[in-house]
C-alpha cells in the first residue's frame, strides 16, 4: 500500500480530534492558539501514519502470521517501544507544551506527556495490528476464492476435452473402415474419400483444442462431412444447407453439429432406399442463435433411444457440452414435426468472435 | 509433349505421382529426383518445362532449390512449379513465386488433373509468347488473374476465370465455380475493385458475375430483370445496372 494511504488517513483521523478539542476548549472557554492546537494533532497523527507505513513495510507480513506467543513476546515490546518512540519524536517538535508552565526539561515534558498519552498511543498501535490482521485474513481469503473458482474453469475444460475425443476417434475409424471397403471395389472412391478425410484432418488439427469457432468454420467441417456421407449413400439423400448471411461469424461450439447429423444419418436416413432428406439449418432470434437438423428417415418411436448405442453418446455429449457451456441459457429438443420427421433443435445466446478472421486470401496476377 | 521431373524424398509419394501422371497423355517424365542436389542436378540437365515439387526434403526445401535454380539459368528456361506437399503453410510463398498449383497430400487424380491443365495453359501461352519475344508482359496486369484461399481443408490457387458469379453474404462472399462453392471473407466492393471490369460486372448491390459465363438478360413479367448464366443459374439485376449491361451486350 502508498503510504500517502496511511499518512492521508491518520492525518485525518487527527482533524477529527484536533476539532473535537477545540470544541471542548471552547465550552470551557479556555484560552489556546487554533494553530497551536492543529499543529500539535496533525503532527502527532502525520507520525503514526509514517510509523503504521513502516511498520507495514517491514513487519507487515510478519505480524499477518505471528501467533500468540509471538504477539506477547515480540509485537507487545514492540507496541511500547513505538509509542514511547513516537511521544520523543512529538515532543521535541514542540517544546513549548505544555502551555502555561515554568520552563521544563527535554524529560520532564516527556514524562509529563507519556502520563497523559501512552495508553492513547498503545490503543492506535494495536487498532494498526488489528487492521493489518485483518487485510491479511481478506487476502487469503481472496486467493482461496480465485483458486476455486480456477478449478472449477479447469475442470470444465478437461471435461469439454474428454468429450470432443469421444467424437473423433469414433468418426475417424468408422470413415477408415469405408476406405478400406471401397478400396477393394472403386479405387478412384477410396482415393477420394481419402483426401476428403484428409482435409478434415487437416482442419480439425489446425482448429487445436478451440472450444468455440466461426459458425462459417462449423459449416465448412459439416459440408466436407456431408460430402463424404453423400459417398457413402449415394444419391439417396438430399442435402440441404442453409446459414442466415448474417451468422456466418458467430461463436458456436466447435463440433456441435456433426454427431446431430451422424445422428440423423445412422438412425433415419439410413433407413431409406430413395428420397432421404436432410435439412440443417442457422437462424437467428434477436439474441438468440437456433441450429435445427431434419431428417424424413424414420419417426422417433420406431427408434427407441438406447443409452448403449452411439445415439446415446453422441446426444448426451452434445447435451453436456451445451450445459457446460451455457448452463441453463441453451435449450435442446427432439421432436417429431411432421410423419416420420425428426428434427433436433439447439438454441444458445448469439456471441460473435471479437476478433478478426484470419485468413489465408491474397490475389495475385 | 510437356517434359516433366518429379522431385520428392518419398519412393511411394514418386510412384503415385508416375501413376497418376500416365493417364495424361501430354506429360513426358524425364527424371525423378529424391533429393535436393539430385533434383537441381536433373533440372540443369534436361531443362524440363514442369517440375513436381516436395517442399520439405533432406538438405533444401523446396524453395531452396527454385533459388539455386532461378539464380543460375535465364527465367525463360526455369520450369513451372506444381508444388506437392503435406504442410499446407508454404502456400502463400507458393504463390509469391507463381507456382502453377499447390497440391496438399494425400490429393485425387482430379486435382491433379486440374493442376496439369493450368501447367499445360500456362506453358502453352508461355511458349506462344516465347515467339514474340515477349515472355512475360511488361507491366505487371492491373488486375488480379488469380486467388488464393483456403477452403475445406484443401489450398486453391484460383484463376479468376473459373469464376462465374459471386454473391454477397453480409461480411463475406459466395464464389460460384462450375462445381463448388467457396465463401470468403471479402468484401464486394474489394472483390469488384481486384477484378478486371472487363472480365466481371457488378449487377446488384449483392452479385458480381463474369461476363464470359453470361447467356441473357431476361425482364421478368413483373418488370425485373434477371441476368441469366450458361449454367441456367438465374442472379436478380437492379435496375441501375440494366443499362451497363445492355450497353456491354450491345458493344460485344
Known amino acids: 500500500m502508498h503510504p500517502a494511504i496511511f499518512v492521508s488517513a491518520s492525518v485525518l483521523l487527527g482533524t477529527l480530534f484536533a476539532l473535537q478539542e477545540w470544541i471542548t476548549v471552547h465550552l470551557w472557554s479556555y484560552h489556546i492558539g487554533l494553530r497551536i492546537l492543529f499543529a500539535a494533532w496533525w503532527v502527532q497523527y502525520f507520525l503514526w501514519g509514517v510509523l503504521c507505513w513502516l511498520l507495514w513495510r517491514w513487519c507487515g507480513p510478519w505480524i499477518q502470521r505471528a501467533n500468540v506467543l509471538c504477539i506477547f513476546t515480540q509485537v507487545l515490546p514492540l507496541s511500547i517501544v513505538t509509542s514511547v518512540v513516537e511521544e520523543m519524536i512529538w515532543v521535541a517538535c514542540f517544546p513549548q507544551l505544555p502551555l502555561n508552565r515554568p520552563h521544563m526539561t527535554y524529560w520532564h515534558r516527556l514524562a509529563f506527556h507519556l502520563d497523559a498519552e501512552f495508553i492513547d498511543n498503545l490503543v492506535v498501535f494495536w487498532c494498526a495490528v488489528a487492521l493489518f490482521r485483518g487485510i491479511g485474513y481478506y487476502q487469503k481469503f481472496r486467493e482461496k476464492e480465485a483458486a476455486a473458482a480456477q478449478l472449477s474453469v479447469q475442470l470444465a475444460q478437461a471435461q469439454i476435452a474428454a468429450l470432443r475425443m469421444q467424437l473423433n476417434p469414433h468418426f475417424l475409424f468408422n470413415t477408415m473402415n469405408s476406405i478400406s471397403s471401397l478400396m477393394r471395389t472403386d479405387i478412384a472412391a477410396a482415393d477420394t474419400m481419402l483426401e476428403q478425410l484428409g482435409s478434415l484432418l487437416r482442419i480439425t488439427l489446425e482448429r487445436g483444442e478451440v472450444q468455440f469457432i466461426r459458425l462459417n468454420d462449423e459449416m465448412e467441417f459439416v459440408e466436407m462431412y456431408l460430402a463424404m456421407q453423400e459417398r457413402r449413400f449415394t444419391g439417396r439423400v438430399h442435402q440441404q444447407l442453409w446459414v442466415h448471411p448474417e451468422l456466418h461469424d458467430a461463436l458456436v461450439p466447435a463440433m456441435i453439429l456433426q454427431p446431430l447429423i451422424e445422428n440423423a444419418y445412422t438412425h433415419g436416413l439410413s433407413r431409406l432406399d430413395s428420397n432421404g432428406l436432410l435439412h440443417i439449418e442457422a437462424t437467428r432470434e434477436d439474441s438468440r442463435l437456433t441450429l435445427s437438423v431434419l431428417n424424413n428417415g424414420a419417426g422417433l418411436n420406431s427408434s427407441p433411444p438406447k443409452v448403449s448405442d452411439g445415439q446415446g453418446v453422441g446426444l448426451a455429449n452434445i447435451k453436456s457440452r451445451l450445459q457446460l457451456h451455457y448452463g441453463d441459457q441453451h435449450t435442446f429438443s427432439i421432436r417429431e414435426v411432421a410423419t416420420d420427421q425428426v428434427e433436433v433443435t439447439i438454441t444458445f445466446p448469439l456471441q460473435f468472435s471479437a476478433s478478426p478472421a484470419e485468413t489465408l486470401t491474397r490475389f495475385g496476377a | ?252
Not at chain 2, 94 to 110: C, G, Q, R
Open chain 2, 1 to 252: 509433349m510437356i517434359r516433366a521431373i518429379l522431385a520428392d524424398d518419398e519412393v511411394l509419394a514418386r510412384q503415385k505421382l508416375r501413376q497418376l501422371l500416365r493417364d495424361e497423355p501430354e506429360i513426358e517424365i524425364v527424371g525423378e529426383g529424391a533429393s535436393a542436389s539430385e533434383t537441381i542436378d536433373l533440372v540443369r540437365a534436361t531443362e524440363p518445362d514442369l517440375l513436381f515439387l516436395d517442399i520439405r526434403m533432406p538438405g533444401m526445401d523446396g524453395f531452396d532449390i527454385i533459388g539455386k535454380l532461378s539464380a543460375s539459368s535465364d527465367p525463360a528456361a526455369m520450369p513451372r512449379i506444381i508444388f506437392t506437399t503435406a504442410h499446407d503453410s508454404y502456400a502463400l510463398r507458393a504463390f509469391e513465386i507463381h507456382a502453377v498449383d499447390y497440391l496438399l497430400k494425400p490429393f485425387t487424380s482430379e486435382r491433379l488433373h486440374s493442376a496439369v491443365q493450368r501447367a499445360h495453359e500456362e506453358i502453352y501461352t508461355a511458349k506462344q509468347n516465347a515467339g514474340r519475344n515477349n515472355l512475360w508482359p511488361q507491366n505487371p496486369p492491373a488486375y488480379t488473374t488469380r486467388i488464393v484461399f483456403k477452403s475445406r481443408g484443401r489450398i486453391l490457387f484460383l484463376p479468376v476465370s473459373d469464376i462465374r458469379w459471386i454473391g454477397a453474404e453480409e461480411n463475406y462472399a459466395r464464389i460460384c465455380t462450375g462445381a463448388e462453392k467457396h465463401l470468403l471473407r471479402e468484401t464486394m466492393s474489394h472483390l469488384e475493385e481486384k477484378l478486371d471490369p472487363q472480365m466481371f460486372l457488378r449487377v446488384h448491390r449483392s452479385a458480381i458475375v463474369n461476363l464470359q459465363y453470361l447467356k441473357e438478360v431476361r425482364t421478368e413479367p413483373s418488370g425485373e430483370f434477371t441476368v441469366v448464366l450458361v449454367d441456367g443459374q438465374k442472379i436478380a439485376m437492379s435496375r441501375s445496372f440494366h443499362a451497363r449491361i445492355t450497353e456491354w451486350m450491345a458493344g460485344s
